[in-house]
Structure formats: structure tokens, C-alpha cells
């Protein structure tokens, strides 16, 4: 009975192995080639795990591998050699190294067309890496000290969905339109804790997810959101916002679902859109809140308005401010859709 049950046992093991679109011939020459100083586990062989082993290269990859873990190591250079085999790679995880700019070698990445998802975050980058594999999806580089972005480096990447430059040494100039040409499928872009001063310019039109927070700006043209007819979700929390930077319609957008504004330098609730659904205003200087002034439906359509119709607002932060309670009723019976309020 017990070796039906190693028969039954190992035959689920190939077959699992099998349906990853590889041969048996092709199953047994991965398991066989995996490198000694990773994991290659037998029932999802197409998987590489070298992570946390103090490497510092890459060891050669074997051919039929679609995701490889390498993070937290001591990694200085990806070298085209190591990858060569590595054409069918989907997923490359290279978090936590000590990557730097002359250790990205030339073609590296070219070799890989399949390449969906690569995270070179928290390495010693200084400019963006040119070369990308124009299959990528998303592109993680942040913690880094880029303050580079290479004009032409995102050149026919409209599938790039995700970008993420948070935590590195962006400026102004920095990121423009020029610099991020070709990105014209991005939904998230995160550029938060840079050094901007400004809003940053040249986002494409796609753009839905914004993620600001912990930069130097101070405010908003009046006629910026034009050009980002979807963004939904905004974060520009840990700015130097101030009221007078904040043009009173600049967030009354149909698109925009979540706001977060807070630990700026606000005195008044900014104007929203009836579609709003969540309000950060938290740590700013607000010392009161006006139904009356705030309310994106007037008093007296607000007396016909139908509950499915009423403002969308569902969520909203106020605590430390300076605002004493308790909230104005006029805020409650505009925003009656209100679930929770924090002040």
C-alpha cells in the first residue's frame, strides 16, 4: 500500500511539474541545472529561489525558469552572461542588493522579451536603466538614488501599468514629458518622497493612481488635472501645501475617488466633487468646516436629491487640525452618506 501511495505520490509531482508547458526531458534538465547555491523546488521547477544567501553575482540560470528570487543578497552587477539563459524569465526579483549604475551591463535586460515584472528596489541605482525589456508591466525601483530618468529609457513601453520611483532623489527637471515618453498604458505612478517642489509634469493621460507624498510641494496649477481626465486615487500627504497653493475647484474632478491631503499646511477645506468617496485632511491647520462652503450640491437641490444621488463621501479624517467639535450638522446632512469621521 505505501508504495501505490509513493507511485500515486510521485506521479502528482510530475504532473504538476508537467503543466507549466514543459517536457519531462525539460523538467528533469531544470531540476538538474539549478544552481547549488539556490532552491529549486521540484513541484514548481520553472522557479528559482536565491534570496538571502549573501551572494554577490548571479549564479548561471537555468534555461526553463519563469520567476527568480534574488533578493536580499550582496548582488554588485547584473551580468549578461548569468542571464543569458534566462530568456523565458517573467518575474525578476532583485530587491535588497547593491546594484549600481556600472553594474547594469549593456543588453542585460534585452535578452529577456517575456519580462513582465522586474524590482531592482533598494539597490545603488542613480538613473533609471536603460534597456528595458518593452514586455515589462511593472517596474519597482524604489529606495534607490536615481535622480535621472534618461530621455527615450521608457521608449515603447505602453504596457508599462506600474512604475514606482518612490524614495530616491527625483528633482523637477527630472521628471517631464520628454523623460517619460512611451508611457502610455501607466495607471500607477509613485513618486512618492522625492525632492519635488512642483507637481510633476509629462504624466501620461492613463494615469489613475498618484502617489506624491513626502515631497516639497507647495501647490497646484488650476488647470493641471486637465490633462489626467482618470486619475482616482491622489496622495499628496507630507507636502507644504498651503490654501493659497490650492486653487478652490483644482480636485473637483468626476474621476477622483480618494484625496489624501494630509500633514500639509491647509486652513480650509478644499473644494471636492459630488464623487468623492474618501477625504484625508488630518494634521493641517483647519480651525473650522462649513456644510455650507464645502457641500458640492447646493442647500436646495440638496433638499431634493434622491439617497442613491447624494454626495459620495463616505470617509473623512479631520483630527489634528483645530477644529472644535462637534462637526456642523450642515457637513452631516450635505455628506449623508458618511460612515466614519475622525476629528
Same mark, same amino acid.
Given at each position: 500500500?505505501?508504495?501505490?501511495?509513493?507511485?500515486?505520490?510521485?506521479?502528482?509531482?510530475?504532473?504538476?511539474?508537467?503543466?507549466?508547458?514543459?517536457?519531462?526531458?525539460?523538467?528533469?534538465?531544470?531540476?538538474?541545472?539549478?544552481?547549488?547555491?539556490?532552491?529549486?523546488?521540484?513541484?514548481?521547477?520553472?522557479?528559482?529561489?536565491?534570496?538571502?544567501?549573501?551572494?554577490?553575482?548571479?549564479?548561471?540560470?537555468? $534555461?526553463?525558469?519563469?520567476?527568480?528570487?534574488?533578493?536580499?543578497? =550582496?548582488?554588485? &552587477?547584473?551580468?549578461?552572461?548569468?542571464?543569458?539563459?534566462?530568456?523565458?524569465?517573467?518575474?525578476?526579483?532583485?530587491?535588497?542588493?547593491?546594484?549600481? %549604475?556600472? /553594474?547594469?551591463?549593456?543588453?542585460?535586460?534585452?535578452?529577456?522579451?517575456?519580462?513582465?515584472? +522586474?524590482?531592482?528596489?533598494?539597490?545603488?541605482?542613480?538613473?533609471?536603466?536603460?534597456? =528595458?525589456?518593452?514586455?515589462?508591466?511593472?517596474?519597482?525601483? &524604489?529606495?534607490? @538614488?536615481? &535622480?535621472?530618468? $534618461?530621455?527615450?529609457?521608457?521608449? /515603447?513601453?505602453?504596457? +508599462?501599468?506600474?512604475?514606482?520611483?518612490?524614495?530616491?532623489?527625483?528633482?523637477?527637471?527630472?521628471?517631464?514629458?520628454?523623460?517619460?515618453?512611451?508611457?502610455? /498604458?501607466?495607471?500607477?505612478?509613485?513618486?512618492?518622497?522625492?525632492?519635488?517642489? #512642483?507637481?510633476?509634469? /509629462?504624466?501620461?493621460?492613463?494615469?489613475?493612481?498618484?502617489?506624491?507624498?513626502?515631497?516639497?510641494?507647495?501647490?497646484?496649477?488650476?488647470?493641471?488635472?486637465?490633462?489626467?481626465?482618470?486619475?482616482?486615487?491622489?496622495?499628496?500627504?507630507?507636502?507644504?501645501?498651503?490654501?493659497?497653493?490650492?486653487?478652490?475647484?483644482?480636485?473637483?474632478?468626476?474621476?477622483?475617488?480618494?484625496?489624501?491631503? #494630509?500633514?500639509?499646511?491647509?486652513?480650509?477645506?478644499?473644494?471636492? #466633487?459630488?464623487?468623492?468617496?474618501?477625504?484625508?485632511?488630518?494634521?493641517?491647520?483647519?480651525?473650522?468646516?462649513?456644510?455650507?462652503?464645502?457641500?458640492?450640491?447646493?442647500?436646495?437641490?440638496?433638499? %431634493?436629491?434622491?439617497?442613491?444621488?447624494? $454626495?459620495?463621501?463616505?470617509?473623512? @479624517?479631520?483630527?489634528?487640525?483645530?477644529?472644535?467639535?462637534?462637526?456642523?450638522?450642515?457637513?452631516?446632512?450635505?455628506?449623508?452618506?458618511? @460612515?466614519?469621521?475622525?476629528?
Amino acid at each position: 500500500m505505501s508504495l501505490l501511495l509513493g507511485v500515486f505520490s510521485a506521479f502528482c509531482l510530475l504532473g504538476a511539474a508537467l503543466g507549466q508547458d514543459v517536457t519531462y526531458e525539460d523538467y528533469l534538465a531544470q531540476i538538474k541545472a539549478c544552481p547549488r547555491e539556490c532552491h529549486c523546488p521540484r513541484n514548481f521547477p520553472s522557479s528559482v529561489y536565491c534570496d538571502n544567501r549573501e551572494l554577490k553575482q548571479i549564479p548561471n540560470i537555468p $534555461p526553463h525558469t519563469l520567476y527568480l528570487y534574488l533578493q536580499n543578497n =550582496l548582488i554588485e &552587477s547584473l551580468s549578461k552572461e548569468a542571464l543569458s539563459n534566462a530568456t523565458q524569465l517573467r518575474w525578476l526579483n532583485v530587491n535588497h542588493n547593491r546594484i549600481t %549604475d556600472e /553594474g547594469m551591463a549593456e543588453g542585460a535586460l534585452e535578452a529577456m522579451p517575456q519580462l513582465l515584472q +522586474l524590482y531592482m528596489g533598494d539597490n545603488l541605482l542613480t538613473s533609471v536603466p536603460v534597456g =528595458l525589456p518593452s514586455s515589462l508591466e511593472q517596474l519597482q525601483l &524604489s529606495s534607490n @538614488r536615481i &535622480s535621472k530618468i $534618461p530621455a527615450g529609457v521608457f521608449s /515603447g513601453m505602453d504596457r +508599462l501599468s506600474l512604475l514606482d520611483l518612490q524614495g530616491n532623489k527625483l528633482l523637477d527637471d527630472a521628471v517631464t514629458e520628454v523623460s517619460l515618453k512611451g508611457l502610455g /498604458g501607466l495607471v500607477q505612478m509613485n513618486l512618492a518622497k522625492n525632492q519635488l517642489s #512642483s507637481m510633476p509634469t /509629462g504624466l501620461p493621460p492613463s494615469t489613475t493612481q498618484l502617489f506624491l507624498d513626502g515631497n516639497n510641494i507647495q501647490g497646484i496649477p488650476s488647470e493641471y488635472f486637465k490633462g489626467l481626465p482618470k486619475v482616482a486615487f491622489l496622495r499628496l500627504n507630507g507636502n507644504k501645501l498651503s490654501t493659497g497653493g490650492v486653487p478652490r475647484d483644482v480636485f473637483n474632478l468626476s474621476s477622483l475617488l480618494e484625496l489624501q491631503l #494630509s500633514h500639509n499646511q491647509l486652513t480650509e477645506v478644499p473644494f471636492i #466633487s459630488a464623487g468623492l468617496e474618501h477625504l484625508h485632511l488630518d494634521h493641517n491647520q483647519i480651525k473650522s468646516v462649513n456644510g455650507s462652503d464645502i457641500c458640492p450640491v447646493s442647500a436646495e437641490a440638496l433638499e %431634493d436629491y434622491a439617497y442613491a444621488s447624494a $454626495p459620495k463621501l463616505r470617509y473623512l @479624517r479631520l483630527d489634528g487640525n483645530e477644529i472644535p467639535p462637534p462637526i456642523p450638522r450642515d457637513v452631516v446632512t450635505c455628506f449623508r452618506l458618511l @460612515r466614519s469621521i475622525v476629528i
